[in-house]
């Protein structure tokens, strides 16, 4: 706690009176001019009290053009339904260029923090392009940000807009800083990247840190191998952010499992505000009470490539193991995911309907959760969400991880699979013929479950975010691992 207070009470030390005075208004107060480069930001100029040495800190490409989709406003009055009981509010950021892991993650953290401080509202700030089918709770809502995708050539374009790649980040830009000034946030949590997406978040950090926000960086258990994300980081100048303007970096895991800050140039001091939080429990939502249509009446193994952009590899395996195995049993069920190619869908539904009733397949299902605490085992490439749901379930589970263009899914299960919490199938090492996978399915139904290879604190994460989040409000904060 003494590094946190310390690191807190100079940031907070280093704002300008009319900054500090800011926080201390009344709700319902108007607050002046904040201290953001959203109003007239000089084209490409360095943040305001950032080190600038190499302009890993600018921001983006252009900067906001002057009253660029934020003004000065009112500050937010306290109030939920109605203006009533909102004493503390929480912005999530998550760029969200390729598929559903960032946007689950956010919403677990803001669902959960809500549902125990009644007065607290939360708001993401997303780039997915399906975030509208999700189910949000009372006091969460969310912000769409313009999208984009990444090419197979690792370019970034626009998703739907047309509009230039530099246009379409500051056009994210304007609208992350116009929600920033008007909802105002007690609490940033930033998802994986610290600068946003292409440096989008640069202007909002500046103005959020000279506010006194608490701004907090929030990364899964495992980012990739260390050589090529030590190379990224320096890249995009993330441990300058770090040391800048964030209190605390939260991993979502824990230590024994992967370490994934080690060797990214990050400063003594920076090092000693990480914490481990554990995984995020996931709970299965009850409701619509009514269950899937994909749910068969028999018993079932689930297979799901979460968002589906990369798991046509996976649901081919398991087709195949059908296909090749009459008599293969449980039923499976297999949740494409919204970002499959739809041709490759289309080739997959084909297969599945000549399977004379054993397989069912569709494309999404926004609770996810409901079928996966339904089946008898789960089949599935391992990405950061989906092991927290098997952890939570406690689903004996098949992780057929994916190795390029990173290797997270690949170094998580193999730390799972050796402390006994999941088996893997890896190509290299198993083989990828039809009968591995075959073999595989067969075999969850005497496999351990997750609970039967205890950790210590592995599923604390929510519990502690928790304790964490807002410690000035009396809330205990304990040391992390």
Not at 298 to 314: Q, S
Request: net charge neutral; with cysteine; hydrophobic share 40%.
């Amino acid at each position: 706690m003494t590094d946190q207070k310390t690191f807190a009470t100079a940031k907070r030390a280093s704002l300008s009176p009319p900054h500090a005075a800011a926080r201390d208004m009344a709700p319902g107060a108007t607050h002046g001019p904040t201290h953001s480069p959203a109003h007239g930001a000089t084209p490409g100029a360095a943040i305001p009290d950032a080190p600038p040495p190499d302009g890993a800190l600018d921001a983006p490409a252009g900067g906001l053009s002057n009253g660029a989709l934020a003004t000065s406003a009112p500050a937010p009055s306290a109030g939920g339904l109605g203006g009533a009981g909102i004493a503390r509010r929480a912005m999530l950021y998550s760029h969200d260029t390729f598929g559903l892991g960032h946007l689950r993650r956010s919403r677990t953290i803001a669902a959960s923090m809500t549902s125990r401080d009644p007065g607290l509202a939360a708001l993401i700030l997303t780039g997915s392009p399906i975030a509208g089918r999700f189910d949000f709770p009372d006091r969460v809502d969310h912000v769409r940000l313009p999208g984009v995708v990444k090419l197979a050539d690792g370019e970034y374009v626009s998703h739907n807009l047309g509009l230039p790649i530099d246009e379409t980040v500051r056009l994210r830009a304007g609208i992350i800083a116009a929600a920033d000034e008007g909802f105002r946030p007690d609490l940033l949590i930033v998802d994986k990247e610290a600068l946003g997406f292409r440096n989008e978040l640069a202007c909002t950090l500046a103005a959020a840190s000279a506010r006194g926000t608490r701004i907090v960086l929030g990364v899964r258990d495992v980012l990739d191998e260390r050589a090529p994300l030590a190379a990224e980081w320096a890249r995009k100048g993330h441990a300058k952010a770090i040391d800048h303007y964030f209190d605390e970096i939260w991993v979502y895991g824990l230590p024994q499992i992967h370490q994934p800050l080690i060797g990214l140039g990050l400063s003594e001091a920076a090092q000693r505000r990480v914490v481990y939080t554990g995984y995020l429990r996931r709970d299965t939502p009850d409701w619509p009470q009514e269950f899937s249509a994909a749910q068969p009446s028999e018993p079932f193994v689930l297979i799901t490539t979460g968002g589906g952009g990369d798991g046509a590899a996976l649901i081919d395996w398991t087709l195949r193991a059908y296909e090749a195995d009459r008599a293969l049993k449980p039923h499976g069920v297999i949740v494409y995911g919204p970002f499959l190619q739809p041709e490759k869908r289309a080739r997959f539904d084909r297969r599945a309907a000549a399977l004379a009733g054993r397989v069912t397949a569709i494309s999404f299902d926004p609770r996810l959760e409901r079928l996966q605490a339904e089946a008898v085992g789960i089949v599935a490439m391992g990405g950061y969400n989906t092991f927290c749901e098997i952890l939570s379930l406690d689903k004996p589970a098949v992780i057929a991880p994916r190795s390029r263009p990173r290797k997270e899914q690949l170094i998580r299960a193999e730390a799972a699979e050796r402390i006994g919490l999941i088996r893997m199938l890896h190509p290299p090492r198993d083989g990828a013929g039809a009968e591995v996978m075959a073999a595989a399915i067969r075999g969850l139904a005497d496999q351990p479950r997750p609970s039967e290879a205890p950790v210590a604190g592995l599923l604390d994460g929510l519990d502690f975010i928790a304790r964490r989040a807002f410690p000035e409000h009396g809330a205990a904060v304990s040391h992390g691992v």
